[in-house]
């Protein structure tokens, strides 16, 4: 009977069928300019104008408050992480991640959590470790990382070695980190496909976490925004419920920008000297400038893994996809609504929160480990970021993965299965399976 | 004379300086290695060249007028307000500009290969070669390093007349250093 039930849901919320079968109209289109990266639907010329305009203010660096003729875009920190959005997410990309050991890289954010709890920083240093700051004014902190090597064997006796990243905050300057912060390393995402992920009704996410998948058990990351109880979407953990929500965070946690959504920047009340600085305005970032950066981030295409999108990859790296069981996290297809010649896309995430196992969870700074849910990445625009950008990138929500394969390995939890599934293929499948994966 | 009879003999004193010099030089490297230990590649070369004197020269606002800059040398370049800089080619970054900095230097490239243009502060770079910009290969930076803070990785041809376009900066100088990547294959 409940499955009867959970069958009607998905035909309902239009997840039943092939997961396989090719979708209408494509959210995924080439990428001719990697600057200027299109938008997934025509625009209207008001729109246009509006999107561009968010492009200007996405790639804006950002300048201290009081820098003469610089009125609209200064107030940036004094403490902050990045000076621009395009610092991180550069030309809507994801960071590259982390080489080697060393300082923390660009795009590599340390973000602080109090443990147990959905929201509330760390009591003297807010939610972002402030790794930049203004002329005359020091950092919050330092973050080098060193890798530890762990090495393992696949089932026919290859050979493999996973960098496991272990963090050090030097030179913390307001007194130490509390005990109970989770030090979060979070590697800066591609925002492509946003407003897509954005469009996926409730109704689908609720099917699928009914939905029985053998282990898998994900769930809706519920989030209270604004007095309402919404799924949360975005991040690796799915903290933000929208992509305003995400883009004001950013702006005001890790650009220390104030909007009128997010009022205030990271500054503590233990951080008097923070409080204090001047302003570049109240709020800095104006409601018009807000309102053409989500028209610009909404909008974005997923970039095809090649410029031609002639092939779809090899179909055998579909079948074994879906036989180690990674398409019941990653389902290639999702509905949207609301989106004009669009009714479905092709994501490969759930949009759900599931336990990945202690080996990639957080820690605290005394040492105990943090909760380990994660949000299914979506594998979209993947073959872009590991070919297209022609440069070293790391993977999963600190980078530490130099390819699919170290990422599939670093998988527990929910997904054990699946991880002992790809140990056990030949070399040849789970260099079939890489490759698929790695052209989405 | 004969080089033996120039030598002086190394007494406890010279040998002390120069392990003190050896000790010291060792102390400045590890320092500069430490202060920029972030760029994704070897930047020794650069790091050698920013701690020199720079020549200083005027960036121009149009490109008739710019100067030439010659690689392997490092420059500070005074620069105009941004809206005074007749550019080329667009800044192929869209940025809001206010109180921003740019200008304008030619230089040409004696072999075609890859060359690394090396700055200090936080500029947006464009190379424009026939009135087309130059893809850049690759990039790297280390906000926390001036000495370079960012390194753009150009493929250039031998003997064009480039313009280097700088702009959406916030100083009214930049260091710069245009040399042959070491890396190239």
Known sequence: MRRRGIAAALVAAGLAGSVWAAGDATAQVAFKDRRDPPSYRPLTPDEQQSRDFGLTIFDTTWVAAGIPRAARRDGVGPLYAA??????????????????????????LVQLRRAGSDDTGDVRYGHILGTQAIDAWRPEASVTLHYRLRNGRYADGTGWQLREPQYTVTGTRYGPLADDTVIAPRLAPAIFGDGLLEAVPIETLQALEQQERGTVSGHIAWRTHDGRRVPGRFGWQADAVSVADQTTRAFAREMGLTSSAQPHDDCTAAQTDCRTAPSGGSPEVPDDFITSVLMFEQTLAVPNSSADNKTDGDPRGAALFERSGCAACHPPSLPVRGIDGLTQIHPYTDLLVHDMGPALADRRVDGRPAPRAWRTA????????????????????????RSVAEAVLWHGGDAAASRAAFMALSATDRRRLSDWVGTR | MTNRSRRRPLTPLILARIA?????????????????????????HELTLFAGAPHVLKAATRAADAPELRPGTLYALQLAPQEQVQFPHAPSKRMLTDGAYGGLVHFKVPTAGRYRIA???????DVVDGGK?????????????????KIVIYALPAGDDLTLQLSAGTTSTLRITITPDPTQP
Request: contains cysteine; glycine residues 14%; hydrophobic residues 40%.
């Open chain 1, 83 to 108: 000076a621009s959005c395009d610092a991180c997410h550069n030309d809507g990309a994801r960071a590259p991640g982390p080489a080697d050991d060393g300082r923390q890289p660009a795009g590599l």
């Open chain 1, 378 to 401: 979506p594998l979209w625009g993947l073959g872009y970021a590991l070919h297209a950008a022609n440069r070293q990138l790391g993977l999963l929500h600190d980078g530490r993965a």
């Open chain 2, 20 to 44: 003190a010099l050896i000790l010291g030089l060792a102390t400045i490297g590890a320092h500069a290695a430490a202060a920029c230990g972030n760029f994704k590649w070897n930047v020794e």
């Open chain 2, 119 to 125: 700055i200090d502060s936080p500029f947006w770079i």
């Open chain 2, 133 to 149: 910009a130059v893809s850049s290969i690759d990039f790297g930076g280390d906000p926390s390093c001036n000495a370079p803070r």
